[in-house]
């Protein structure tokens, strides 16, 4: 993650929230259930990150949603942010369930 702006539009369209009690000065924590938060580093604050490029997740995340229709939406705008242009071309992908 490049841009702190695209990893919280991609929270968001995941369904996750930001922690609005953490600063984003440093890590973007975003929420997704009451067990569950995803820590994203600042590139700004971790200079070894942008040198290495984005981050990218090794394997499967998987997110339980309270029915078929949440987990449509949230599919839906995974496959959204193709379009816009700090996702172009990148291994973004919403999966099968």
């Not at 996750?16 to 440093?26: E, F, G, L, Q, V």
């Not at 067990?35 to 604050?45: I, K, M």
């Not at 949440?70 to 242009?85: F, G, N």
Request: hydrophobic content about 40%.
């Amino acid at each position: 993650v490049l841009s702190t702006e695209v990893a919280i539009a991609f929270y968001e369209a995941l369904g996750c929230s930001r922690d609005a009690r953490r600063p984003m000065n440093k890590t973007l924590h975003s929420n997704c259930g009451a067990l569950t938060q995803f820590h994203t580093p600042s590139p700004a604050n971790e200079a070894y990150i942008t040198g290495a490029g984005p981050q990218k997740w090794r394997g499967e995340i998987e997110l339980l949603y309270e029915s078929l229709a949440s987990l449509s939406a949230a599919a839906a705008r995974v496959q959204a942010l193709k379009d816009q242009e700090a996702f172009r071309g990148s291994s973004l992908s919403s999966g099968t369930w």
